[in-house]
């Protein structure tokens, strides 16, 4: 349609169709675990916005830039593209999700106080949005996923009882009044928090049950599941290293790869 002759308005408009659905392709990509498919749709994704001059889609295209370096372990690599985006992105929702990228780079490099500072900051810019009428939209923050992000960033900074707490809010907002799992990779997540938890509390037993419960989703992100998977096996072989189920949950993850 691109190459078709049309006129301004509807070639700048193709360029945001084309724009947001590279985002997307993009997201399902790194999910499907393409690392370097995923790098260049986000590239193109990045491209297009510019040449649309659509900011949110730059942002958003920053934020997959800072979510593929966190689920890399590449956590100084995170806070530029995440803060770099912020001022530019800061009349869209994606800033929220830019800042709670920031907040888990933080907490994994150990700097507690300024992770505090960075999630106060990002709550109160989410209370300054209106409330989504569609929040099944990927490229729309849900209000609810603050404790999803919250969670993330208490359970590396190791502030087990703040973490639990968000967790069992992440688990309750994921389930709708039928009992479905409308959000079963924050529900997974919110299981492996538990399971960090428990296993840190000295309880083998529940940190297996609940890390055996996360890895069963139908639904996964192989690269979120597995670095948070990946904490808990961590966690378990500092606490449990001569358990076979330690060695068994090891083994379920190497699995999955």
Known sequence: MLRKPVGLKAHSELLTATGWLALLVGCL??????????????????????????????????????????T??????????????????????????????EAKALARTGDSRKLRETLERGRAVLDGF???????NHFIVDPAKWDFYA?????????????????????????????????????????LTLGVAAARGGNLEEAITLGREATMAGRKSLPSLLMVAGELDAVLERSFPAEPETEKFRELLRSLR
């Open 72 to 101: 890399q372990g590449r956590y100084r690599d995170v806070i530029a593209p995440a803060c770099a985006a912020q001022d530019a992105s800061r009349d869209h929702s994606v800033v929220v999700q830019l800042i709670a990228q």
């Open 151 to 191: 969670m993330d960033a208490y359970r590396l900074a190791g502030e087990d009882s703040l973490a639990v707490m968000h967790a069992n809010e992440v688990i309750a907002s994921a389930v709708a009044p039928d009992g479905t799992v409308r959000a079963p990779m924050r529900m997974a997540e919110a299981k």
């Open 29 to 70: 990509e790194y999910d499907m675990g393409l690392r370097t498919a995923a790098e260049v749709t986000r590239a193109a994704a990045h491209k297009l916005g510019e040449e649309a001059g659509n900011t949110e889609i730059i942002g958003w295209s920053h934020e997959m830039s800072a979510w593929f370096a966190l």
């Open 130 to 136: 209106p409330v989504p009428e569609r929040t099944d």
